[in-house]
């Protein structure tokens, strides 16, 4: 079945760059996408990128898909305190629009 | 702005006890799921539903059901809850055609 990986874990500091990697193995997913959760909150969508993109930017963040190794990355450039959060992947497909989430990467950045 | 509203964000259950989640969302969504975390085992999908009165198995279901009466509540039901269904349960909606979930808040449940 399908399956998607992250690590559990990423520390940085404030103003560095932090890099969130994910692995899936579902290569007919339309959809990939990065949600935060903040702490006792629901997930927020912070981006998405179609099957058919490298790249995508958004201000600070990026996203980079190797469609071929299957693996997505979320890099947030000028990290913030503000940024400490669980960030998930999911792979998605049109139709029901069911989603395949990570276990969620817990990302603590430090002052 | 889609809302997507859980009926309570903690709950205190005694083993055995029935337990209702409620879910609405007030974006005429078609879709809606529950899903449940666990700390390093990420979000699970336990049903969902792509229209009032259907309803499909996730991938752990086993100890719930569902029930999609109005296009905009979406209930979980424990029938005889148990402390291995202590966990933040989700609920999310989307509409058919979507680029993606909307989540609500959460309810973290407590089995005793």
């Known amino acids: 079945g399908e399956d998607v990986e992250q690590s559990l874990f990423l520390s940085v500091r404030e103003g560095d760059s932090s890099v969130i990697n994910c692995t899936y193995t579902d290569s007919s997913s339309t959809y990939l996408y990065w949600y935060k959760q903040e702490p006792g909150a629901g997930l927020q969508l912070l981006t998405y990128?179609?099957?058919?993109?490298d790249m995508k930017q958004d201000q600070r963040l990026t996203v980079l898909l190797n469609k071929k190794d299957k693996h997505l990355s979320l890099r947030i450039a000028d990290t913030q305190t503000g940024d400490s959060a669980i960030y998930f992947c999911?792979?998605?497909?049109?139709?029901?629009?069911?989603?395949?989430f990570g276990t969620g990467t817990r990302l603590l950045v430090s002052p | 702005d889609v809302k997507v509203t859980q009926s309570s964000r903690y709950l205190v259950k005694r083993t055995g006890e029935k337990v209702f989640l409620e879910c609405v969302q007030d974006?005429?969504?078609?879709?809606m799921f529950w899903y449940r975390q666990d700390p390093g085992l990420g979000l699970r999908l336990i049903y969902f539903s792509y229209d009032v009165k259907m309803k499909e198995k996730g991938d752990i279901p086993e100890g719930y059901s569902v029930s999609r009466e109005k296009k905009e509540r979406f209930s979980l039901i424990l029938e005889s809850a148990s402390t291995n269904q202590t966990s933040m349960y989700l609920c999310?909606?989307?509409?058919?055609?979507?680029?993606?979930?909307?989540f609500g808040p959460g309810t973290r449940l407590l089995v005793l």
């Open positions: 974006m005429d969504h078609e879709n």
């Open positions: 999310a909606s989307s509409n058919l055609l979507g680029e993606t979930q909307y």
């Open positions: 999911a792979e998605g497909d049109t139709g029901f629009q069911k989603l395949v």
């Open positions: 990128i179609f099957s058919n993109m």
